[in-house]
């Protein structure tokens, strides 16, 4: 194998540590997180790969809400 080969292979495995590094502290943060719903206030906790790979801005992530329904807003909340 040539040296581009493995300066390809070490990019790649780098890559994919800093993938799993980044799942690992979101199952973490999962874990003790619920979420409230900003049109009814309805509190709640969706599916790990939907929590992480919801569209999300800081502590605001974009869910459908299972009381009311309504594609909002819900604002993480953690446990203590």
């Known amino acids: 194998m040539s040296v ?3 300066i390809a292979l070490s ?3 780098f890559i994919l540590f800093v993938f799993l590094v980044a799942a690992l502290i979101g199952y ?3 874990r ?7 049109k ?3 509190t709640h906790k969706p599916k790990y790969l939907k ?3 919801g ?6 992530y974009l869910f459908t809400c299972p009381n ?6 819900h604002t993480l909340e953690t446990d203590n």
């Open 55 to 60: 569209w999300h801005m800081f502590d605001n």
């Open 51 to 53: 929590f992480l790979f």
């Open 40 to 42: 009814c206030g309805h």
């Open 32 to 38: 003790k997180s619920y979420f409230v719903c900003e």
């Open 28 to 30: 973490f943060v999962w």
């Open 11 to 13: 990019i790649t495995g």
């Open 4 to 6: 581009g080969g493995y």
């Open 68 to 73: 009311c329904g309504e594609t909002c807003s």
